[in-house]
C-alpha cells in the first residue's frame, strides 16, 4: 500500500466530510416533517410555504450556485401549472405524481429553450429577458382563455388520488405531505448536484466565467443545463400548486410570483441550499402573522422587516446564529457526556 | 516539430494592428519567453493563442494541429493552459476545492451531476500532488479571497498546472509579488516538470534571463528577433527598444 501523508488524509477527509449530513440539517428535516403532526390546523399555510420553499429552491440553484439572476421563475411555475392543470381537467394523465413528474418535464423544456436568450448579455439584460418571457406567457394564457379559462382560472380541476390510494382531503392534510415528500425528494436531488463536480464547476461560473473557460469547462453548455435543471423545479412546485387547489388561474404568472422568490432569498440567503426553505418559513410566517394584526398593512411591514436585514446585514446575523450553534453543540456535548456518565455505567452492565 | 506554432498571425482592431505577421515556434519541453516593451502586443498574443482573441489572419498549430477556430475550453482539452497577469481566481472557493474542480474537469467528470467530487481516489491523489508542488498545502482550507498574494500568485499557477498542460502559457507570473514571496514563487517556476513546454511573458529581466533557454522579442506587434537568451543580450536593437529609442529596422 502506498504511506499516506497527512496532507492526502487531510485532503481524502475533507473531501468524504464535505458532502455529509450534518447533525443539524438532520435536525431541520425530522423538524419539518414534525410539523405534520405539530401544527394540524395549519396544513394550508404550511402546505404553501412548501411550495414556495421548492419554487425558492430553484432560483437559489441559478442566483446562489451559478450566479444567474432571474425575475422570470414563474413563467416555468406557471406553464407547468397549466400543464398539470389541464392534463388531470381532460384526464390525459390522471396519476398525479405521473402528472407532476411530465409538468416538471414540460417546464424543462422550457427552460432549455429560453436559456438561449437569457445567456446573452449581462444581469440587467437577464432580469428583462426572464421578466419579459414570464410576462408573455402570462398574457398568452390570457389570450388563449379558451384554454385556460382566463381571467376565471382553469376550472373543473379533477384531481385523482395520489398513487390512487391517498385522495387530496379538506383539511390538506394529504395534500401537506404530499408537498413535504416532493419538497424532500427534490431537495435531495438538488443536494446531490450541487456536492458534484458538475456542482463545483457551477460556483465557479459565479466566481468567474474568464478563468472557468480557461481550466477547460464548457461555460455556456453548464448554464444551459442548469437553467434547464431550475426551470424543472421551479415547474414542479406549480404543478403541486395546481394539484392541491385543484384550481389554476393567471397570477402563476404574475411579476410578484417571481418578485417574492427574491424577497424569498434575501430573507434566507443563498449558496448554501437551506436559503429558500429557511426563507419562505419566515417570509409565509411573517406575511400570515402580520396580516393577522393589520390586514391593510401587512405589505408594510414585510418592507420594513426586508429594510432592517439590508441594514443590520446578513453578515452580523450569521454570527449571531454561529454563535448560537457553538452554544447549543456545547451544551449538547455537556449533555451527551453527562448522560454517559450516569446512564453509560448501568447499562454497560 | 515545435509543440505551439503559429503561422503568420495578425490582429487587427480597427486600423489598429495589435499583432503583425507573427510566426512564433515554440519547441517540446523549452522553456521560452515572450519578451517586449509595454504595447508590443503580448497580451494579444496570448489572447489568440488561448482563443479569447480570433485572429484576422493567420493560424495556430497546437503539437500538429489547427486550433485557430477552437474555443478557449477546447483548447484547455488539447493541452495548453494558461494563467493571468492579474489573477483569475474564484474567491469563494478554496484552493483544495479550485484544484480538484479543475482535475475533475480534465477527467471529464465536469457532467457527473451525481457522485460525490473527490469520490475517486485518483482524483484525491492528484490535488494532494498539485497542493504539495505549489505549497499550497498548509493554506488548502483557507478561502482564496483571504490568502495572502504571492500564495494567490502560486495558485494561479496551480490552477493551470492542474490542467496537465502540454504547453503552459505563464503571462507575467511574478508580476506584484512581495520581495519576502518572490523566491518560492520563482523556485516553484524553475522546478516545472521538464516534459511540460512553458512559454513565459514576462517584463522582468532577471526572471527571464535565470529561466528562458529561448526568447522571443515582440516589438510594435511584430517579431523581432528570435534566438538563445546570450543572443538577445548581445543584440543592439533589443537594447535599444528596452532604453526606448526608435529602432532602425
Same mark, same amino acid.
Given at each position: 500500500m502506498n504511506a499516506m501523508t497527512p496532507v492526502a488524509d487531510d485532503v481524502a477527509a475533507y473531501l468524504a466530510r464535505r458532502a455529509r449530513w450534518s447533525p443539524l440539517e438532520i435536525a431541520f428535516w425530522v423538524f419539518v416533517f414534525a410539523t405534520i403532526w405539530l401544527f394540524p390546523g395549519k396544513y394550508l399555510i404550511m402546505k404553501d410555504t412548501a411550495i414556495l420553499a421548492l419554487f425558492a429552491l430553484s432560483l437559489d440553484l441559478i442566483l446562489g450556485y451559478a450566479g444567474i439572476i432571474s425575475l422570470g421563475?414563474?413563467? =416555468? =411555475?406557471? +406553464?407547468?401549472?397549466? =400543464?398539470?392543470?389541464?392534463?388531470?381537467?381532460?384526464?390525459?394523465?390522471?396519476?398525479?405524481?405521473?402528472?407532476?413528474?411530465?409538468?416538471?418535464?414540460?417546464?424543462?423544456?422550457?427552460? #432549455?429553450v429560453t436559456s438561449f436568450l437569457v445567456l446573452r448579455g449581462s444581469d440587467l439584460t437577464r432580469l428583462m429577458v426572464t421578466l419579459g418571457v414570464s410576462l408573455m406567457l402570462g398574457e398568452l394564457a390570457n389570450r388563449y382563455s379558451n384554454i385556460t379559462g382566463?381571467? *376565471?382560472?382553469?376550472?373543473?380541476? *379533477?384531481?385523482?388520488?395520489?398513487?390512487?390510494?391517498?385522495?387530496?382531503?379538506?383539511?390538506?392534510?394529504?395534500g401537506y405531505v404530499y408537498c413535504l415528500i416532493v419538497l424532500f425528494v427534490c431537495f435531495l436531488i438538488v443536494r446531490r448536484v450541487v456536492y458534484s463536480p458538475f456542482g463545483l464547476s457551477l460556483r465557479s461560473l459565479k466566481g468567474n466565467t474568464l478563468r472557468a473557460a480557461a481550466?477547460?469547462?464548457?461555460?455556456?453548455?453548464?448554464?444551459?443545463?442548469?437553467?434547464? #435543471?431550475?426551470?424543472?423545479?421551479?415547474?414542479?412546485?406549480?404543478?403541486?400548486?395546481?394539484?392541491? /387547489?385543484? =384550481?389554476?388561474?393567471? *397570477?402563476?404568472?404574475?411579476?410578484?410570483?417571481?418578485?417574492? !422568490?427574491? &424577497?424569498?432569498?434575501?430573507?434566507?440567503?443563498?449558496?448554501?441550499?437551506?436559503?429558500?426553505?429557511?426563507?419562505?418559513?419566515?417570509?409565509?410566517?411573517?406575511? *400570515?402573522?402580520?396580516?393577522?394584526?393589520?390586514? $391593510?398593512?401587512?405589505?408594510?411591514?414585510?418592507?420594513?422587516?426586508?429594510?432592517?436585514?439590508? &441594514?443590520?446585514?446578513?453578515?452580523?446575523?450569521?454570527?449571531?446564529?454561529?454563535?448560537?450553534?457553538?452554544?447549543?453543540? @456545547?451544551?449538547?456535548?455537556? &449533555?451527551?457526556?453527562?448522560?454517559?456518565?450516569?446512564?453509560?455505567?448501568?447499562?454497560?452492565? | 516539430m515545435p509543440i505551439l506554432e503559429t503561422v503568420a498571425l495578425e490582429k487587427r482592431f480597427g486600423g489598429i494592428v495589435a499583432a503583425r505577421d507573427v510566426s512564433l515556434a515554440v519547441e517540446k519541453g523549452a522553456r521560452h519567453a515572450l519578451i517586449g516593451p509595454n504595447g508590443a502586443g503580448k497580451t494579444t498574443?496570448?489572447?489568440?493563442? /488561448?482563443?479569447? !482573441? @480570433?485572429?484576422?489572419?493567420?493560424?495556430?498549430?497546437?503539437?500538429?494541429?489547427?486550433?485557430? /477556430?477552437?474555443?478557449?475550453?477546447?483548447? +484547455?482539452?488539447?493541452?495548453?493552459?494558461?494563467? #493571468? $497577469?492579474?489573477?483569475?481566481?474564484?474567491?469563494?472557493?478554496?484552493?483544495?476545492?479550485?484544484?480538484? !474542480?479543475?482535475?475533475?474537469?480534465?477527467?471529464g467528470l465536469g457532467r457527473d451531476w451525481w457522485r460525490v467530487v473527490g469520490s475517486r481516489p485518483e482524483v484525491t491523489g492528484e490535488i494532494v500532488e498539485v497542493l504539495e508542488r505549489f505549497r499550497l498545502a498548509d493554506v488548502m482550507h483557507e478561502r482564496?479571497?483571504?490568502l495572502p498574494y504571492g500564495k494567490q500568485r502560486l495558485l494561479e499557477i496551480a490552477l493551470? #498546472?492542474?490542467?496537465?498542460?502540454? +504547453?503552459?502559457?505563464?503571462?507575467?507570473?511574478?508580476?506584484?509579488?512581495?520581495?519576502?514571496?518572490?523566491?518560492? &514563487? !520563482?523556485?516553484?517556476?524553475?522546478?516545472?516538470?521538464?516534459? +511540460?513546454?512553458?512559454?513565459?511573458i514576462e517584463h522582468d529581466m532577471d526572471l527571464v534571463f535565470s529561466f528562458a533557454d529561448r526568447i522571443s522579442v515582440l516589438v510594435n506587434g511584430g517579431l523581432l528577433l528570435d534566438g538563445a537568451p546570450e543572443e538577445v543580450a548581445r543584440d543592439p536593437r533589443v537594447k535599444a527598444?528596452?532604453?526606448?529609442?526608435?529602432i532602425d529596422a
Open positions: 421563475q414563474a413563467a =416555468f =411555475f406557471g +406553464v407547468a401549472g397549466y =400543464f398539470s392543470g389541464l392534463v388531470a381537467k381532460y384526464g390525459f394523465i390522471n396519476e398525479p405524481v405521473i402528472a407532476l413528474v411530465c409538468s416538471g418535464v414540460v417546464a424543462a423544456a422550457l427552460g #432549455f382566463g381571467a *376565471d382560472g382553469l376550472q373543473g380541476v *379533477d384531481i385523482k388520488p395520489i398513487l390512487g390510494l391517498f385522495r387530496f382531503d379538506l383539511y390538506g392534510h394529504n481550466i477547460g469547462i464548457p461555460v455556456q453548455r453548464r448554464l444551459i443545463a442548469i437553467y434547464t #435543471f431550475s426551470g424543472g423545479l421551479a415547474g414542479i412546485a406549480g404543478a403541486l400548486l395546481t394539484q392541491t /387547489t385543484a =384550481f389554476c388561474s393567471l *397570477d402563476v404568472f404574475s411579476f410578484d410570483r417571481s418578485a417574492d !422568490l427574491l &424577497l424569498v432569498l434575501i430573507i434566507g440567503g443563498t449558496g448554501y441550499l437551506y436559503g429558500g426553505l429557511i426563507g419562505a418559513a419566515i417570509y409565509k410566517f411573517l406575511q *400570515d402573522w402580520i396580516a393577522s394584526l393589520t390586514p $391593510q398593512y401587512w405589505q408594510f411591514w414585510i418592507g420594513f422587516v426586508l429594510v432592517l436585514i439590508v &441594514l443590520v446585514g446578513r453578515e452580523r446575523v450569521e454570527a449571531w446564529m454561529s454563535a448560537v450553534r457553538a452554544f447549543l453543540v @456545547r451544551l449538547g456535548t455537556r &449533555l451527551m457526556t453527562r448522560t454517559a456518565a450516569l446512564g453509560g455505567a448501568p447499562k454497560g452492565r | 498574443v496570448i489572447n489568440l493563442l /488561448t482563443g479569447v !482573441l @480570433r485572429p484576422t489572419s493567420g493560424s495556430i498549430r497546437l503539437a500538429g494541429r489547427d486550433i485557430t /477556430t477552437l474555443l478557449p475550453h477546447q483548447r +484547455v482539452r488539447l493541452g495548453m493552459a494558461r494563467t #493571468f $497577469q492579474i489573477n483569475q481566481l474564484f474567491l469563494e472557493l478554496s484552493p483544495l476545492e479550485t484544484i480538484g !474542480l479543475a482535475i475533475s474537469e480534465r477527467l482564496t479571497a483571504i493551470a #498546472f492542474a490542467c496537465r498542460p502540454q +504547453v503552459l502559457l505563464l503571462d507575467e507570473p511574478a508580476a506584484g509579488v512581495p520581495e519576502a514571496e518572490r523566491h518560492e &514563487l !520563482l523556485a516553484t517556476i524553475g522546478s516545472l516538470p521538464e516534459e +511540460v513546454t512553458v512559454l513565459l527598444v528596452y532604453l526606448g529609442e526608435e
